[in-house]
């Protein structure tokens, strides 16, 4: 067996001790005679998973009491759809738009009502974060709305937006759990688990309680309110049973590293080993504004596709796969997700070093 470095973007790497843990598992969960997929979802034994599932995650985040965590299916891009239809009531929302993700979030507002983007870094294609700190907030705004890393693009919020009281909602899809969090900042905060947490088909939303009502737009399916998955603790319907026992493990796992201010600091030196050589190289560029780079996502070019495309076909021949940017933009993209070993990107930065002498 052999295992490559895998940077990509999402699905994205996970922790080996979960996967070997999970392939042990596979035929029969702790004695029961059976596979966690084969399981009943209304089965004392996966309420059990569910439950310490949901529990380790509250405690990773420190969640306050007043907030349901909520395990949704759809991507992130339902979510897109599911925020304006629960939350647009006076069908006015701000949307700051720092990327693809925040664009297609927008767009998908302006079905239910008036979306307005109140802020951009669309001219300098999205390599930094604008200045959020006085924005034009429209007075009857429902909400505010960021994606708070931007993962195509390497940029992350470093402080939120001031949104002069209104709610603000977030889609941390690319730093989930890559960090600690004040959840009590937002109203509702979600993210697909794809990226840093578990396997593609699980979204987990964080939800004040408040913010979970009847009062949705005309029209929203029942499957598409808040109040639907809140009411029944997640499993209305056949919830994503085996993409949450993963989930789980990555939470133990996590718990076992030392939790969120543990994992902060390793991202942190982790990134710092990539930008660190990036900053010096005269060959690789970094594409983003220094204050605003993401320890999740980060992106490079040479200035010339050609090299690009050579770097990206020999660096995964040496085991350091999908560096490739995403399709939209090009270049290169390095993910360094909880997962990705400091190893790793210190293997991948003497593979770039080597690369640069070897192409100049
Ligand atoms: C990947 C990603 C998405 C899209 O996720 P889907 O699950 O494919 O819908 C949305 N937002 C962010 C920040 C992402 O990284």
């Not at 940029?155 to 941390?172: A, E, Q, R, Y």
Request: proline share 4%.
């Amino acid at each position: 067996m052999k295992r490559v470095y895998n940077f990509s973007a999402g699905p994205a790497i996970l922790p080996e001790e979960v996967l070997r843990e999970a392939a042990e598992e596979m035929l029969d969960y702790r004695g029961c005679g059976m596979s966690v997929m084969e399981m009943s979802h209304r089965s004392k034994m996966y309420q059990n998973i569910f439950d310490e599932a949901e529990a380790d995650f509250r405690e990773l985040l420190n969640i306050p009491e007043n907030y349901k965590v909520l395990f949704m299916q759809g991507g992130a891009h339902l979510q897109f759809s599911m925020v304006p239809m629960n939350f647009m009531k006076n069908k006015v929302a701000d949307y700051i738009v720092t990327g693809q993700w925040a664009k297609r979030a927008f767009e998908e507002a302006k079905q239910y009502g008036q979306a307005n983007c109140i802020a951009s870094s669309a001219d300098k294609t999205f390599s930094y974060i604008p200045d959020c700190s006085d924005l034009p907030i429209s007075e009857n705004a429902d909400y505010v709305y960021i994606c708070e890393n931007n993962t195509i693009y390497g940029t992350k919020f470093k402080t939120l937006p001031n949104t002069k009281g209104k709610d603000l909602i977030s889609d941390v899809s690319s730093c989930f759990l890559s960090e600690p969090m004040d959840v009590s900042k937002y109203a509702y905060v979600y993210g697909g688990v794809q990226k840093n947490i578990g396997p593609a088909g699980v979204v987990i939303g964080i939800i004040r309680e408040d913010m979970i009502t009847e009062d949705v737009l005309p029209g929203t399916p029942t499957m598409c309110r808040f109040k639907t998955h809140a009411d029944n603790g997640s499993m209305y319907n056949t919830p994503p049973c085996y993409g949450i026992y993963i989930c789980g493990k990555v939470f133990k796992w996590l718990k076992n590293m030392g939790g969120l201010e543990e994992m902060q600091k390793r991202n942190i030196e982790k990134a710092n080993v990539l930008y660190d050589f990036l900053d010096q190289s005269k060959l690789f560029i970094p594409n983003v504004a220094k204050a605003d780079r993401s320890i999740m996502n980060v992106t490079f070019v040479t200035g010339n596709k050609e090299t690009d495309a050579k770097f990206v076909a020999e660096a995964a021949a040496s085991g350091f796969d999908n560096l490739k940017g995403h399709r939209s933009v090009g270049g290169m993209r390095a993910s360094i997700y909880n997962a990705m070993p400091k190893a790793g990107v210190e293997a991948l930065v003497d593979f770039m070093d080597r690369f640069e002498r070897d192409n100049r």
